[in-house]
């Protein structure tokens, strides 16, 4: 099991060497809030450990394996922060702190829900596309879906995300259990612009279409 202080460094070079440049043992320390110290002997325990390539005085870059590790570890931060910002309406100041904490301990189940309930397949509709997934998740493959509103009476399908572009109404959606997993089927479409009638597991809810479009849905 990979210590919460390895993913810390990981993630940090991964971050530092995108432009791939080699990171610098004072941007590490500056990054971490260390001492060059003790970054450049821990350095030297990651380079043993095989997660890292390291020469002194010209900086480290990840091996194949540190990269796997160091992309895990980025994705989950952004992915916690988008959930904590948007879902849970958490200032971003605050989301960053909380995502630095539960990168380390959420486990892989809470991530893949938490991925489904946040993102648009592969991508962030506000910021840069996410790091790929190493396990090549269905959500992360981008497989096709619709809007709930576009299916068609009588039309079964089960929820795979919702589009986060509206917190509160995205809040509301998942307080009344429209969240990932479950199936849906849309009863009856009323006329003139009206709301949806749609079963969800056993119950009808009358879905304002402006909501039921924020809804990603596999047939």
Do not use: W
């Not at 590490?28 to 095989?50: D, F, N, R, Y």
């Not at 539960?102 to 993102?119: A, N, T, Y």
Request: with cysteine.
């Amino acid at each position: 099991m990979v210590s919460e202080s390895t993913e810390d460094y990981l993630e940090a070079i991964y971050v530092l060497t995108r432009r791939h440049q080699a990171a610098k043992t004072k941007d590490i320390a500056q990054k971490l809030k260390i001492s060059p110290a003790s970054v450049s002997e821990m350095l030297g325990k990651l380079s043993e450990q095989g997660y890292i390539h390291y020469e002194k005085y010209k900086g480290a870059t990840l091996t194949d394996m540190g990269m796997r590790e160091g992309r895990r570890v980025r994705r989950r931060h952004r992915l916690l922060e988008k959930f904590l910002t948007e879902v849970l309406g958490i200032k971003r100041d605050k989301s960053h702190e909380e995502a630095c904490r539960l990168e380390h301990i959420i486990s892989d189940e809470s991530m893949k829900k938490i991925c489904q309930m946040v993102q648009e397949p592969s991508t962030c509709r506000f910021e840069k596309p996410f790091e790929e997934c190493n396990d090549d998740c269905e959500i992360c493959r981008g497989e096709p879906t619709i809007s709930l509103s576009e299916l068609s009476e009588g039309e079964e399908a089960t929820i795979t995300y919702l589009i986060c572009e509206h917190p509160g109404k995205v809040r509301r959606l998942i307080s009344m259990g429209f969240v990932p997993g479950r199936k849906v089927k849309m009863e009856e479409e009323i006329p003139m612009g009206g709301p949806l009638l749609v079963m969800l597991d056993e119950c009808k809810v009358a879905l304002a279409r402006n909501f039921a479009d924020l809804i990603h849905v596999r047939r």
